[in-house]
């Protein structure tokens, strides 16, 4: 009787049984290109498949959106571990200082605005630099309770020679492009940046 049964089920469920098999196949399947993949040509890859799966997805902004994103997180890794890391500093650091640098005294929350970062980010950072001697946190002259970051006489040496390095490995970067294909990308970018998504995400920094 059990086993009467047993058949009847496995009779009357062909379809499960055809996708079992098609699954248990695919995952055994020999490679098929994937593994020649790499974080960047994955772009085509993924336009493509994604194409395919979802036709109705603007494919022309899906590239460019993950293009961008892509290239951006590999410069940031590069320029971190050639640069920054060797000289003790993460990204997160560099950034801090290169404002302090570039704009002077302030108060932590502007720092966390020109950044990139949330406050709480810059706290830990701060605290992080102020311990190696980079940053400290003075009172303003004009109202006591205001508390400013500023860098130390280390500080300012630390970044200048930090960007004379950050600067050499820009240029590696930008030699792939012309003065005039350089010109051009900057203001697109500046043109996407201008935008109104760019200015709906800016005002939820």
């Not at 098999?21 to 994604?50: C, I, K, N, W």
């Not at 006591?144 to 820009?170: M, Q």
Request: glycine share 6%.
């Amino acid at each position: 009787m059990i086993k009467g049964l047993i058949i009847l089920c496995e009779q009357s469920n062909p379809d499960e049984a055809e996708r079992e098999a098609a699954s248990l196949s695919a995952m055994t399947a020999e490679p098929t290109g994937h593994d020649r993949l790499d974080y960047l040509s994955f772009v085509d890859f993924a336009v493509e498949r994604t194409r395919q799966r979802l036709p109705a997805v603007d494919p022309g902004a899906m590239r460019l959106v993950l293009t961008l994103h892509r290239l951006t997180s590999a410069l940031v890794y590069d320029l971190e571990s050639a640069v920054h890391r060797p000289r003790g500093l993460s990204w997160p650091g560099f950034r801090v200082l290169f404002v302090l640098w570039l704009v002077g005294p302030l108060e932590s929350k502007r720092v966390a605005e020109l950044s990139g970062m949330s406050r709480a980010a810059v706290s830990a950072l701060v605290n992080t630099l102020q311990r190696a001697g980079l940053v400290e946190r003075g009172q303003a002259e004009r109202d006591r309770r205001v508390v400013l970051l500023r860098l130390t006489p280390e500080g300012e040496d630390t970044i200048s020679n930090d960007y004379l390095a950050h600067n050499e490995r820009e240029r590696s970067w930008a030699a792939a492009l012309s003065p005039a294909e350089r010109d051009t990308l900057v203001a697109l970018l500046e043109k996407l940046m201008a935008g109104s998504a760019a200015a709906e995400a800016k005002r939820r920094f």
